[in-house]
């Protein structure tokens, strides 16, 4: 009698194991470059938000307030415009501005735009003197979406340089009417 036993193969051959680690790491790999290239897309997604949507209604709010002041004095912080002190005329933070009545020399208000590094804020206060912003509140705020704000004066212009959320700058030009 020929007794011939039959084993049953259990488990798989080093070929089979090989070819499967390849597969999975080519789609692991595949995988992780498609998310790289999805994160790469979120933050152009997010840049261009900033430079399309918020940075443009910045400028408008900006240019509707600047040239329409007589005088402006810029500050490096809140603390030096609340005490009118230290006036620059590079890397300010806050800008006080002077409105007067055309009609009316006598009679004038004040507005002042301020950035807050804490809360990320561009402020505005709308003033009847300035010895009120000691004591004031902001009217509105113009953007809370802003990374850091700079005023400075250059050829006598005054320029506002914004940073967005992403690092992104921009930087607008306007004058007053003097």
Not at 4 to 9: E, L
Not at 81 to 108: C, H, M, R, T, Y
Not at 130 to 144: C, D, G, Q, R, Y
Request: aromatic fraction near 8%.
């Amino acid at each position: 009698m020929n007794h011939q036993t039959h084993r049953q193969r259990s488990g798989f051959t080093l070929v089979e194991m090989t070819v499967t680690i390849l597969v999975g790491l080519m789609v692991a790999t595949i995988t992780l470059i498609l998310f790289n290239s999805q994160l790469a897309s979120y933050k152009i997604l997010q840049t261009q938000n900033f430079l399309i949507s918020e940075a443009p209604q910045i400028n408008n709010t900006l240019n509707r307030i600047i040239p329409r002041a007589n005088f402006f004095r810029m500050y490096g912080s809140l603390t030096d415009a609340k005490e009118s002190s230290n006036a620059v005329i590079a890397d300010g933070k806050v800008i006080a501005l002077k409105f007067q009545d055309p009609a009316s020399p006598s009679d004038s208000s004040f507005g002042v735009i301020a950035y807050d590094d804490e809360t990320k804020k561009l402020n505005y206060y709308h003033l009847a003197s300035m010895a009120e912003l000691a004591v004031a509140a902001p009217a509105w705020s113009i953007s809370n979406r802003i990374e850091d704000t700079v005023f400075y004066v250059e050829n006598g212009v005054l320029r506002t340089k914004l940073t967005g959320p992403n690092g992104e700058e921009i930087t607008y030009s306007t004058t007053t009417l003097r």
